[in-house]
């Protein structure tokens, strides 16, 4: 994996103000988040690294709008190591399932049954909250638009984090794109070696009935998002299912903004990844069990990533 520089930086380059005025800033920020949600709407959320990384650099030249050339590219410079090891991720994870190893399919089915008391969660929440209408696309309710939403942010929520923390803690930054990117490459460890067939794909081969669909797409009208262009084509995965990155991104974002805060409302971040799971069992995309390992793999990296600080010569970074 690609090493992020772990030094704490100058004190010049931890805060990045801008010297332009605020007018400038405000102006140029305008135009950033315009001209990205006519991009969305018109050809779709980004979940590629590469399109994601050029509309964050494009959100730091706009907040820093003023400043010399020269420290626009501090991003490029900062950045690559993340974007090369994300990289890696993305195509070695649509590779996994090319290896001979058969898919497991009755595991999740037998965990899931006895966490429903007899039947799927998916099964169940799909009886509830759809019916008969499960397979139309466009018969999606509000609550169905939120969960869309929900799901989508998995693409955009861990990174949009980093470019925050990146303009304004970089030693912050450094210990969350630690974690972030040692959950990606240790999910892609687990698919490499189980792969899992997910709720949808089981039901359409037969492996259980009642039949649920999938339906990560039914909210997304009202949205005006196009949640087939997140499919990424022949770089996808459909049995990279265990564990679920999609949950366990969300626990992470929840485990690591508790352990940074000092609130008590911090303890309401949690509420994230339970919405997260909700939506991605009710929409026949990850069993209740695939979540659960999400939330594990999730804590085992954040334990991790604590030890190995402490247990650093860098004391600056021996915080959660």
């Known amino acids: 994996m690609a090493t992020l520089d772990t030094r704490t930086p100058p004190a010049a380059s931890v805060t990045t103000t801008p010297p332009s005025s605020t007018r400038a800033r405000v102006v140029a920020m305008a135009v950033c988040l315009t001209a990205a949600a006519a991009w969305f709407r018109g050809l779709g959320v980004p979940a590629d690294p590469i399109s994601i990384f050029f509309w964050l650099w494009l959100v730091t030249v706009a907040w820093r709008w003023g400043v010399p050339l020269r420290r626009h590219l501090e991003f490029a410079q900062d950045w690559w190591p993340a974007l090369a090891t994300l990289l890696f991720y993305t195509y070695t994870r649509g590779l996994a399932d090319g290896l001979g190893i058969t898919p497991h399919v009755t595991m999740p089915i037998t965990v899931d ?16 909250w759809c019916g008969s209408t499960c397979a139309d696309q466009s018969a999606g ?3 169905d ?10 693409f ?11 303009l304004s803690s970089r030693a912050v930054w450094v210990r969350w794109m630690r ?17 899992m067939v ?19 797409g039914r909210g997304g009208a009202a949205l005006g998002l196009k949640l087939e262009e997140l499919v990424m084509g022949p770089i996808g995965n459909p049995v990279a299912a265990m564990p679920s990155l999609h949950a366990g991104t969300a626990f992470l974002i929840a485990f690591f903004g508790i352990s940074a805060l000092a609130s008590t409302w911090r303890w309401l971040l949690l509420l994230y990844p339970l919405a997260m799971t909700t939506a991605l069992v009710y929409f026949g995309e990850h069993y209740v069990i695939d979540a659960v390992a999400g939330a594990v793999l999730a804590g085992i990296v954040m334990t991790g990533c604590r030890v190995w600080e402490r247990r650093s010569r860098h004391p600056a970074e021996q915080a959660a």
């Open 179 to 195: 974690r972030y990117l040692a959950l990606n490459l240790a999910g892609l460890s687990v698919y490499v070696v189980y792969p």
């Open 113 to 128: 049954r006895w966490i429903g008391g007899g039947e799927l969660p998916t099964q169940r929440l799909q009886a509830w």
């Open 156 to 166: 955009v929520a861990g990174l949009t984090i980093a470019v925050v923390l990146w």
């Open 141 to 143: 309710r509000w609550y």
């Open 198 to 216: 997910p709720p949808w794909m089981a039901s359409d081969s037969g492996a259980f009935t009642p039949q649920v669909h999938r339906m990560s």
């Open 145 to 154: 638009t939120l969960f869309t939403a929900t799901y989508v942010t998995h």
